[in-house]
């Protein structure tokens, strides 16, 4: 059968990214000591040459399925760009894989153990040999408004909030685990969040949060400090938004900052 998509295009436009989007498959994530199985959606893309009509796709898609049984990290991400590189003939390929990840949390009194979900993503691309790796983390928060607390007799309002990461790598070494991120942006809220609380657990975490107000400012500027100790972390965005209990608005607050000169 004729081969259409070798065929040769005459518009001399390179594509920079042409591949498959919004693939969904089950994929086992490997964190820590954990490997937890996840629906994944994907976007993987590579380059194409000004010379050709079309890229293969179903390439791309074996290349995929012969990793939904195989544990999934960002080595494993580095591995699959390495194959779109080498079986399409390409100096570019990316790719992102998005799925919810579950961590343990405990109950600060009665210790009761639950699960919270996280949605997450590992992104890598390749451009010319330059590596660089994303990890994305989308972490569910408690926040108490400092100025309600401070004008009021009794009581503050109070909010869910999220914060939204993006740590750039441009190396494998030292990637930090989702579940060690989560912890350290936790601890930047009014208060973490839980999936199960008893009595004991809400009356704590409630007086925890009133002892330690928060705008969405201060939880962006606590969380930016503690990303610039992370090692290895070449680029970081942070998105911080809280969804307003007695407004009809939400207040949100956004910083990204560059850390490749400071090594």
Known sequence: MDDVQNQKDTRGITIKQT???????????????????VQAK?????SLSKDLRGTHMSRLMEILTDWTMKPMSMSGVDIILNEA?????TNIAKLKISFKYFVEREAPVSKKKSLLDLDCFFEGEVIDEQRNFILGVEIPLTTLCPCSKEISNFGAHNQRSVCKVQLKFDNLNNIISIEELAKIIETQASSPIYSVLKREDEKFVTEAAYQNPKFVEDILRDVIIAIRKISGVKKFSVECENFESIHNHNAFAYHEEDLSNNS
């Open 85 to 89: 590189i080498n079986k399409l003939n």
């Open 19 to 37: 591949g498959v989007n919004d693939v969904c498959l089950p994929f086992l994530i490997a964190n820590e000591n954990n490997l937890q199985p």
């Open 42 to 46: 994907i976007c993987f893309t590579v």
